[in-house]
């Protein structure tokens, strides 16, 4: 069986290898992908030169950490293959980060700072991940490492842990995220919608910059943000006293995402079958206008956002008491149980993520440098597609194997 995979693995990885150009990298990729995917606990460059015996350690660790090739080709192929096995307009593009804690302050980007998977501020590195999934079938095709203000504002340190020149300036976690959009759709892989949680969709830029790229988006959304009513109209009032006003205002306050909810129509919605049977929550949606535009001074002195575009302001209310509110510019007539079906489909980066790291050891590296950490993730989300076309395979052939049994079946009453 270990042999059927591994001839399996060399096919798969040939576009990889000729990206790569090179027959010394070409030998070690193949090496280093079968050591993530193999036996053993540790999945750092020691333990699996030990196991592999094929190559040193020096080599492997040059490959990964020092040698000097450049990640974009075959970030280009894995993207190209993601698409293959799960892109279509029915595929989601799913942004979101994940943490991998670390000890002491040297490696590249560590840092105490909030982890969403560990529900807590802990001193980590901070990736934004960005996923690529349809049918329930993810497939990670980018992460990029968050630098906190404690690194950007000491080029110091960024030297020493060897951050290119071009990443030496501090970026938000969305502003990575549109970065890594532009990337997928530059290279042609296919999508239908973006998701992310409340730490994206809250940032009006963020949802401001899918929008100017055509993009449909289904995104968390404090239930602090200010939103107005879709009927909400501007008026240009006349003023009494002063200066005549020179902008429209609203001719009604906004209020938060949740007040506006209460009194909405909560229904139960079932979007998939879980391993426990359906899974539900109650839902309420209604059309309205984030507050999130350009800044005026009211009547009364205070500073109030404009209307932005019209959208969907959707609130869900689970089991367990919590409640959780989301925006999203799908269609005015799109159903509420496809709005919470479209929502709900952000949990398979979330499995992604378990398997990187409990499977491919993508928070086993040991290196400190930005290259190093880069390459062994593009190599953990390698090994990661790998597995899944192999899945997918699988998958179809009991597919196939139904369907020839059926006919027999039948040919046979």
């Known amino acids: 069986m270990d042999n059927i995979w591994k001839s399996d693995l060399d096919r798969w990885l040939s576009p990889f290898l000729n990206a790569l150009r090179h027959k010394a990298r070409a030998r070690m990729c193949p090496v280093y992908v079968a050591g993530l995917i193999g036996a053993g606990d540790r999945k750092s460059v020691q333990p699996m030169a030990a196991r592999e015996g ?9 490959f990964i950490a020092s040698g000097v090739w450049d990640a974009a080709p075959l970030e280009n192929v894995l993207l190209a293959e993601a698409d293959r096995m799960v892109g279509g307009a029915d595929a989601w593009l799913i942004v979101d980060d994940t943490a991998l804690p670390k000890k ?3 490696s590249v980007g560590v840092a105490p700072q909030y982890a969403s998977s560990l529900g807590k501020t802990a001193n980590c590195q901070s990736l934004v991940s960005l996923t690529l999934a349809s049918r329930e079938v993810p497939v990670m095709v980018g992460l990029r490492l968050f630098l906190p203000e404690s690194w950007t504002d000491d080029p110091e340190r960024m030297a020493r842990a060897r951050v290119p020149q071009d990443r030496r300036t501090a970026l938000t976690k969305p502003q990575i995220a549109i970065e890594e959009i532009d990337r997928v759709i530059a290279s042609g892989a296919r999508f239908g919608c973006v998701l992310a949680d409340s730490g994206y969709g809250s940032s009006g830029p963020f949802r401001q910059a899918l929008s ?30 002063g200066k005549p006003r020179k902008y429209h205002i609203p001719d009604q306050s906004p209020v938060s995402a949740e007040a506006l909810l209460v009194g909405g129509k909560w229904q139960r919605v079932s979007w998939r079958r879980g391993t426990k049977g359906r899974l539900t929550s109650l839902f ?4 309205v206008r984030v507050a999130d535009g ?18 969907w302001l959707v609130g869900e209310r ?14 005015a007539d799109t159903s509420l149980k496809m709005l919470a ?57 009991k597919k196939k194997n139904r369907g020839t049994t059926a006919t027999a079946e039948h040919a046979g009453c």
């Open 341 to 397: 079906a479209t929502i709900k489909a952000r949990w398979v980066c979330e499995q992604a993520h378990q398997q990187l790291k409990e499977e491919l050891g993508l928070d086993h590296f040991e290196g400190r440098s930005w290259s190093g950490l880069h390459r062994h993730a593009l190599m953990t989300m390698i090994a990661y597609a790998f597995l899944q076309s192999r899945r997918l395979k699988a998958a179809g052939r």
């Open 318 to 331: 689970r089991s367990s008491g919590q409640q959780k509110y989301y925006v999203s510019n799908l269609p």
């Open 294 to 311: 350009h800044k005026h001074r009211m009547l009364d002195n205070r500073m109030q956002c404009m209307p932005g575009d019209e959208v």
């Open 104 to 106: 002491g302050e040297h």
């Open 284 to 287: 309420a949606a209604r059309r």
């Open 212 to 241: 100017e790229r055509g993009l449909l988006w289904a995104v968390g959304l404090s239930r602090r943000q200010n939103v107005y009513p879709a009927d909400v109209a501007l008026i240009f009032p006349i003023a009494k006293t």
């Open 54 to 62: 094929e190559v040193g350690y020096d080599q492997l660790h040059h």
